[in-house]
């Protein structure tokens, strides 16, 4: 019996590693003709790294990334509001933090997936499901079918879209820029993840490698980001920040610079219907705020390949998709939660309320800060 996964993301590509290892047949459908050199990086948290060194992949990302050991959230000065020192997490769990372009993350999962179908250019248009399985139908008119079906089509998911009729996607109302750029910054901003909030907009860049590093840049919009930024100068806009935000986004190719709006999908209870089941973005879209959209994903993979082997997928798959789900879903919630808060703070306009949060964020006890932190890094299996 084969699994057919819809989406070949990270989600997709990191579950059919994992189910493959497991000795499951494995194919997957994508929509896309190709894998593109995506302009923009991501950073792979203690709990994706850990999943990785489970999966045999880890030490190939860490080569080709670059090591991450504090989060920093600064002012738009940069002058430092809240810092976690990620060394301790490290060594109890015994894997780094690890910020990697995603393309070539993309590169080193695909590596790993030979022998696994990988059907491109197959933009899935609905799924149905019947007595006899279930039936797929392609944008280009073909169909498949399949036995069991993991949707890992992020946030717009068209699989989840065709099982479940009542979800809901919140926009957050911030439009989002992403670049990499070859630039000298100081040494001293090589190994954290930093972040600069200002007044409706921030900027956050990490090393991924030696002077390159990936950038992003979010602002509120009121009603139509697109209208409203139709003429914008990005570094304009930033001009009130450390001028190294500017050096970074002058210093990145126009063409070469993605823009997005940021949204999550509202929590959803129930993740999975007969022989189906959603996974990743299709299933816990986050805003980024705590950079773990992917992280949650990957996890997710690894637990649903151990729910699938644990329950003899042919008899019992609905009770491994069960489980997967009871496992899983408290703390993507959470993160789906958090996440949202985070960046309505992160954006606040009034100056007193950004005095007040800057005060609390600089003085908020470390105890609280690290119990918080621990958490999202144990992973659930
Ligand atoms: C600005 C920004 C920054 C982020 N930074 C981080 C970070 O630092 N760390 C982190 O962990 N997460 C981060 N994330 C979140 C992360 O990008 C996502 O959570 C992650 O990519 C989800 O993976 P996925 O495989 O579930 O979905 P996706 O990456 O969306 O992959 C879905 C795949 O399905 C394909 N597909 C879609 N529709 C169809 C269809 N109808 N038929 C067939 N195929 C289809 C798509 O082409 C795609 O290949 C960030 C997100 C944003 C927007």
């Known amino acids: 019996m084969k699994i057919t996964i819809i989406g070949a993301g990270i989600g997709g590509l990191t579950t059919a590693i994992a189910l493959k290892q497991k000795g499951f047949d494995v194919e997957i459908f994508e929509a896309t003709s190709e894998f ?18 489970r999966l045999g992949v880890y030490e190939e990302i860490v ?15 940069l002058n430092p509001l809240s810092a976690i020192d990620l060394r301790p997490f490290e060594k109890k769990h015994n894997v780094k933090s690890v910020a990697i372009h995603r393309a070539t993350l993309h590169q080193i999962l695909l ?11 197959k933009k899935v248009k609905t799924v149905t499901q019947s007595k006899n399985g279930i039936e797929i139908e392609f944008e280009d008119g073909t169909n498949h079918q399949a036995e069991i079906l993991i949707g890992a089509d992020g946030i ?50 990490v090393a991924i490698a030696d002077d390159t590093y990936y950038w992003y840049a979010l602002v509120t919009y009121k009603k139509d980001y697109k209208e409203e930024f139709k003429n914008i100068n990005l570094s304009k806009l930033y001009l009130d920040f450390h001028p190294l935000v500017n050096q970074t986004i002058t ?26 089941c959603l996974l990743g973005d299709s299933a816990h879209a986050t805003t980024p705020n705590l950079g773990q959209g992917a992280c949650q994903a990957i996890e997710g993979a690894l637990v649903l390949a151990n729910c699938l082997a644990k329950h003899k997928v042919i008899e019992n798959t609905e009770n491994a998709f069960q489980e997967f789900q009871n496992i899983r879903i408290e703390k993507t919630t959470k993160v789906v939660n958090t996440s949202w808060r985070i960046g309505k703070m992160a954006h606040l ?30 992973i659930d299996n």
């Open 36 to 53: 593109k050199k995506a302009g923009a990086g991501i950073n792979l948290a203690l709990n994706a790294m850990q999943v990785y060194k």
């Open 63 to 77: 080569e080709a990334g670059s090591y991450t050991s504090s989060m920093n959230i600064t002012d738009e000065k």
């Open 111 to 121: 590596s790993k997936l030979s022998g696994v179908s990988i059907h491109l250019n």
């Open 156 to 205: 717009h998911s068209v699989v989840r879209k065709s099982i479940f009729n009542n979800t809901k996607l919140r926009t957050a109302k911030q439009a989002c820029w992403r670049g990499i750029t070859k630039t000298h910054l100081s040494k001293k901003y090589q190994t954290g993840l930093n972040e600069l909030w200002g007044k409706g907009k921030r900027f956050g860049f």
């Open 251 to 276: 210093s990145t190719p126009k063409e070469n610079i993605l823009a997005n709006e940021m949204a999550d999908l509202k929590p959803i209870a129930t993740w999975h219907n007969k022989n189906v």
């Open 349 to 378: 306009e009034n100056r007193f309320s950004i005095l007040l949060r800057n005060f609390i964020l600089r003085t908020a006890p470390k105890k609280i800060v690290i119990k918080q932190t621990a958490h999202i890094f144990e």
